[in-house]
T-cell receptor, first 116, second 106 residues
Framework: NAGVMQNPRHLVRRRGQEARLRCSPMKGHSHVYWYRQLPEEGLKFMVYLQKENIIDESGMPKERFSAEFPKEGPSILRIQQVVRGDSAAYFC??????????????FGEGSWLTVV | QKEVEQNSGPLSVPEGAIASLNCTYSDRGSQSFFWYRQYSGKSPELIMFIYSNGDKEDGRFTAQLNKASQYVSLLIRDSQPSDSATYLCAGSTLTFGKGTMLLVSP
């Protein structure tokens, strides 16, 4: 039973380019969460999605960042016009039901974005 | 503001000792709490979850929850060098603490 799959694992982008990070949840999981972890800092919640719906995007920066979870295919976190401060590890997690009900979320291996 | 607070550490213990990691939270609406372990450069992995007041034991790990005091802790008995990692506390509101680094010396 495959876990949460993220790709790419490592991504290097020049300032101003776009970064696309993909996440396929665990089989049977329909809830996806994206977190960002800056060096030496904790996990910061960004966005919570179900299929075709954004449930909570309170942690998403207002500009340049967007997320989707289409009916078919993986969830995508998109960062437009990247800046050096976007360099971080981006973790995706999934759960079978909403985490607010106490359901455990399971993390993928992460995508490390480096902006040069 | 829903906050989860942890001492960043590092917490240093000798091999074989009990390590005690603590977490406080501000959101009384959180019903469940989770402890994750994260090795450097790796993703968080779930250790335990707890949703009832009291203790929950799993092998060398014991989670303790006190909802009245808004306090949750993780005890690691017989600490091993392989337990050296950052331990993250999270509530059911998807908020994580910054983590406590644990160092177990041989």
């Amino acid at each position: 039973n495959a876990g949460v799959m993220q790709n790419p694992r490592h991504l290097v982008r020049r300032r101003g380019q776009e970064a696309r990070l993909r996440c396929s949840p665990m089989k049977g999981h329909s809830h996806v969460y994206w977190y960002r972890q800056l060096p030496e800092e904790g996990l910061k919640f960004m966005v919570y999605l179900q299929k075709e719906n954004i449930i909570d995007e309170s942690g998403m920066p207002k500009e340049r960042f967007s997320a989707e979870f289409p009916k078919e295919g993986p969830s995508i976190l998109r960062i437009q016009q990247v800046v050096r401060g976007d360099s971080a590890a981006y973790f995706c997690a999934s759960s079978p039901k909403t985490a607010s009900s106490g359901n455990t979320i399971y993390f993928g291996e992460g995508s490390w974005l480096t902006v040069v | 503001q829903k906050e989860v607070e942890q001492n960043s550490g590092p917490l240093s213990v000798p091999e074989g000792a009990i390590a005690s990691l603590n977490c406080t939270y501000s959101d009384r609406g959180s019903q469940s709490f989770f402890w994750y372990r994260q090795y450097s450069g790796k993703s968080p992995e779930l250790i335990m979850f707890i949703y009832s007041n009291g203790d929950k034991e799993d092998g060398r790990f014991t989670a303790q929850l006190n909802k009245a005091s808004q306090y949750v802790s993780l005890l690691i008995r017989d600490s091993q060098p392989s337990d050296s990692a950052t331990y993250l506390c999270a509530g059911s509101t998807l908020t994580f603490g910054k983590g406590t680094m644990l160092l177990v010396s041989p």
